[in-house]
């Protein structure tokens, strides 16, 4: 049983910091996938980034080198820092977990909101 759980979330001014973080229980520790998503208001589902159990990530483009995503493995956590945020990175953001490849993610936190205002 794969079971993610987020804290965070909330308002914060543009060019302000936010983390957001998710307690994951039920992976292995030998392969595994877990990301960041979001979904803004009348847009699609964002890939915002991910990180895998070898600790390889990918980012989105309009926030690499404003958000980096990291693990604890020991402490069994995720976290999506976010730096420098702006008002269009307002969304509902959430977790995911993949058991394998980054393709299929089947597990989900439940997604609080981060408002940025100008």
């Known amino acids: 049983q794969v079971q993610l759980v987020e804290s965070g979330g909330g308002s914060v001014m543009s060019g302000g910091s936010l983390r957001l973080s998710c307690a994951v229980s039920?992976?292995?520790?030998?392969?595994?996938?877990l990301g960041w998503f979001r979904q803004a208001p009348g847009k699609e589902r964002e890939d915002v980034a991910t990180?895998?159990?070898?600790?390889?990530?990918t980012g989105l483009d309009s926030v690499k080198g404003r958000f980096t995503i990291s693990q604890d493995v020991t402490k069994n956590m995720l976290y999506l820092q976010m730096n420098s945020v702006r008002p269009e990175d307002t969304a509902v953001y959430y977790c995911?977990?993949?058991?394998?490849?980054?393709?299929?993610?089947?597990?989900w936190g439940q997604g609080p909101q981060v408002t940025v205002s100008s």
């Open positions: 990180i895998d159990s070898d600790g390889s990530t």
């Open positions: 995911a977990a993949d058991k394998a490849s980054c393709l299929h993610f089947a597990y």
């Open positions: 039920g992976l292995s520790y030998d392969s595994y996938c």
